[in-house]
């Protein structure tokens, strides 16, 4: 940026990051989008974090020495506090000069007021506070003669109990004190799990905002702002670098052709397919794109009109969903590659879509509305209304019989498509909720036997445990110091996996409600994931690197 002046790219991109980091994901895309942000020669990385309010910031209290300082007649305070910011913005320096003659007049005359009736109270005191403490010096003596008779009494006392003690020694034997009941142990410490003990990967050039595991193998995928996405083969064994001889190694997913000045090709979104050989991308551009597990491009899938933010294979493979900024949803047919049918039923951005089976899904939007659809129908099977702001995230159970959604107005809700009401509405989160997870766990899961729970992370910087029988807080998970973009849990149900703008990787007791392991990072974090194994964790940062690292209790 130049040094006096400040451009209208410069601005833009100064409220694209303040977007960012507000947690205004969606806000932030449209602007970046809309405002052409790629295309400027900005370096992100040497943009501090808060720099929009750090210049507003700067600026107020620019004016407000500008109206000091050439106060001739009247020095400068020490802390110029003396203006409101809307006075700054609105009056200029003659009046604000003015504003703050007035106001010291006001409080030097304050203060000379004090001073004289400081004087008066003293004059007038004097004789009383000097009979007080001729009273107060002839009651300290009493009391200490008091006090020393009582200490005589005690010593006495004293003598005589032990006595008592060692006669009663002498006639039973030795022995100890009657044992009691001790307080309960506080928590065990939380392990800190050291760098050394993580691999970073890096060659991303911008943040990355998803990462996946793919269901087959040791294989990691991950989209970034900088239009690549990579499929990383992560080594067997132990992560960190003190046990890796050599790098994991990667397939650059590029999704431009030599230039990326035309539209943004951002990666907003990834899934792989049930067998771990496809990777769907969900891009800026409005393209979905297939790859092989080889960083291949074997199909792109145009017709949406605007960026896509949701992408999902169905568990038989033979359909691909896609959301879009555009309003709207389709199913490809991935023996084809053909769109199989669009769904226009949102009357705003759609933000997620979710399939409850192989034929029929969930979709949301910035409308408030959520639609249940099924493939040949052209209306839906269902739509709920109740949400009071815009709808984040949908996600059905394991069994596709409860639909869980959250969103703006701070409320997660859980829905069943047998009627129109929601069966929950859960209402403890302070601010937008921002994700929502089930755990795999409960009736039709590989963990039968514990208990279905749903975990839901918010701006507030809190993380809430949810038990759906009886539809109560289980936990409030309050860890983290700042928003909480991603959760995720173990694939036994039994931890909980959280990642926050606070830079910090949680690792939770689901059954404890206590954090187990901590990673700290060198940036937010948008997104992590487990393995199939349950034995390795990944995490993608802002600060364009993505870290995997072991787990074990």
């Known amino acids: 940026m130049s040094k006096s002046t400040i451009t209208s790219v410069e601005l833009n991109y100064l409220v694209f990051r303040y977007l960012h980091e507000s947690g205004f994901a969606h806000s932030a895309f449209c602007l970046g989008y809309e405002a052409g942000i790629h295309r400027s020669n900005i370096d992100g990385n040497i943009i501090p974090p808060g720099a ?3 210049i507003v910031q700067k600026g107020l209290q620019y004016i407000e020495l500008e109206a000091n300082v050439s106060n001739s007649d009247i020095d400068v305070d020490e802390e110029f506090s003396l203006l409101q910011p809307l006075d700054l913005i609105t009056k200029d320096v003659n009046e604000l000069q003015e504003i703050i003659r007035e106001r010291k007049r006001k409080k030097y005359q304050h203060e000379q007021d004090k001073d004289k009736e400081k004087d008066r109270e003293r004059t007038l005191g004097g004789e009383k506070e000097k009979e007080r403490h001729d009273r107060d010096q002839e009651r300290d003596k009493e009391k200490m003669e008091k006090d020393k008779e009582q200490e005589k009494d005690r010593e006495k006392d004293k003598q005589h109990g032990e006595r008592k003690d060692k006669a009663r020694l002498d006639e039973n034997g030795a022995g100890g004190p009657e044992p009691t009941d001790a307080a309960p142990s506080s928590h065990p410490v939380t392990s800190e799990i050291s760098s050394s003990d993580v691999t970073i990967l890096e060659g991303h050039c911008s943040e990355v905002f998803a990462c996946a595991w793919s269901p087959a193998g040791s294989l990691l995928a991950s989209g970034s702002g900088d239009s690549t996405a990579r499929i990383w083969t992560i080594p067997d064994g132990p992560c960190g670098s003190s046990v890796q001889a050599f790098p994991p190694t990667a397939h650059v997913l590029k999704h431009f052709k030599g230039r990326t000045n035309e539209k943004s090709k951002d990666v907003t979104t990834l899934d792989w397919n049930g067998e771990g050989t496809l990777l769907a991308t969900g891009s800026y ?24 933010f949701s992408l999902k294979w169905n568990k038989k493979g033979d359909f691909l969903l896609s959301g879009s900024v555009d309003k709207t949803a389709i199913v490809w047919d991935t023996k084809t590659w053909e769109c199989k049918q669009q769904f226009e039923f949102h009357s705003a951005p759609t933000l997620d879509v979710d399939w409850r089976n192989n034929n029929s899904f969930a979709t949301c939007s910035t409308d408030n509305m959520i639609y249940v659809c099924k493939i040949g129908e052209s209306r839906p099977v269902k739509a709920f209304s109740g949400h009071q702001g815009e709808v984040n995230a949908i996600k059905w159970d394991p069994t596709g019989s409860l639909l869980a959604s959250c969103a703006d107005d701070g409320t997660a809700k859980i829905w069943s498509p047998k009627q129109d009401k929601f069966l929950y509405d859960f209402k403890d989160h ?11 766990t409960g009736q ?10 749903l975990a839901s992370a918010s701006f507030d910087s809190t993380i809430k445990l949810w038990d759906v029988d009886q539809g109560r807080l289980l936990y409030s998970l309050n860890g983290h110091r700042q928003p909480v973009y991603s959760v995720a849990f ?32 060198g940036g937010g974090i948008f997104e992590v994931c487990w393995n199939k194994e349950g034995d390795k964790i990944a995490a993608c940062f802002s600060n364009n690197t993505v870290c995997v690292m072991d787990f074990k209790i």
């Open 52 to 54: 929009l309010i750090t």
């Open 444 to 453: 039709g899961t590989n963990n039968p036997n514990h208990q279905l729970v």
């Open 285 to 308: 551009d409005g393209h979905a794109r297939i790859w092989s597990k080889d960083g291949e491009l074997k199909n792109t899938l145009i017709k949406h009109k605007g960026p896509i």
């Open 490 to 521: 173990s694939p036994n149900g039994e931890y909980l996996a959280s990642g926050s703008l606070d830079q910090c990787l949680h690792i939770w007791s689901v059954k404890e409600g206590r954090i187990l392991k901590t990673y700290r990072g």
């Open 430 to 440: 302070s601010k937008e909720i921002y994700t929502i997870k089930w755990s795999p």
